[in-house]
């Protein structure tokens, strides 16, 4: 098999899979904070070899890519697939990204784990002015206020907010799967959150490429679910850590990172029967 091409945020990319490693310095920093530079480059090249695209791309015998950096959205996932495969482009502003290049043909295929709806720039007309922002009316931090406002200029709900993004996201998303189809490379898509979930199984092209996950003999259709119902999925859960110094941390635990690479195997392997 030719590459693995994965998208995502901080759950592909292995935030807090250093934890399992016995590496000295170790951080433990508070819930829901990073800090890249308390992070050794030993600690960072130890959870590459127990995150979910490498243990895929293991089993396979191939070769994972995914971006350099933490975190994320699908706005970051396709500007990454952009910048790796227009290596002609001038395209510094996204060596953040990633610095390889590639060629389409070098993957089989493309797995998009979809992150936070509303991590993705929602565009608006202000005062004359284009807009956007990606946060959420909900929030209290970043350009939330100028979404605020535009609602309220445009008599527009939570809830027609929602409902606009959501329809961009999915189209798009049903856009670009195609865009890389045409180009060869099939794809996959699983989901850390529900938002999309119902466009995806409403569409026949995404939902064939759907991938629901498994586990004890029950299926679910997000991360967040499974997670919530069996919590030493999480790391701070996670029964390795039990009577050490457990840290708090929401993210995947080395299991579910096991799990989810599973159900993508699984998924890979029923196409080629």
């Known amino acids: 098999m030719k590459g693995l091409l994965f998208g995502g945020c901080s759950f592909t990319w292995g935030q807090g899979l250093y934890f399992y ?8 920093p508070k819930p829901y ?8 480059d030993a600690q960072l090249r130890f959870k590459d070899t127990i995150r979910f695209p490498r243990l895929v791309a293991n089993h396979f015998n191939t070769f994972e ?32 990204l990633s610095t390889e290049r590639y060629d389409y043909k070098d993957f089989d295929y493309i797995i998009i784990q979809l992150s936070q709806l509303y991590r993705n720039r929602f565009y608006f007309q202000l005062d004359g002015h284009e807009c956007f922002t990606n946060v ?30 959501s329809q961009l996201q999915y189209e798009r998303l049903l856009k670009e799967l195609k865009f890389y189809e045409k ?21 026949e092209f995404l939902n064939q490429r759907f991938i629901p996950l498994v586990y004890k003999d029950k299926t679910y259709d997000t991360i967040r679910e499974m997670q919530d119902n069996n919590k030493e999925l999480f790391i701070e859960y996670d029964y390795e850590f039990f009577g050490t110094n457990t840290p708090k941390d929401h993210h995947p635990s080395k299991m579910c990172h096991r799990v989810i690479a599973n159900n993508i195997i699984n998924s890979i392997e029923n196409d080629l029967k």
């Open 33 to 40: 904070e990073y800090h890249r530079d308390k992070l050794t």
């Open 183 to 203: 180009k060869g490379i099939k794809t996959k898509i699983l989901s850390w959150e529900n938002e999309l979930v119902p466009y995806i199984k409403n569409d």
């Open 136 to 165: 959420s009316p909900r929030s209290d931090y970043g350009d939330y206020k100028l979404l605020l406002k535009w609602m309220e200029v445009n008599n527009k709900t939570y809830n027609d907010w929602f409902n606009e993004l």
């Open 21 to 28: 490693s016995d590496l000295p310095k170790l951080f433990y």
């Open 65 to 96: 890519s995914f971006k350099i950096a933490n975190g994320g959205s699908e706005d970051e996932t396709f500007d990454f697939f952009h910048t790796i495969f227009n290596f002609k482009d001038k395209l510094d502003a996204n060596r953040h």
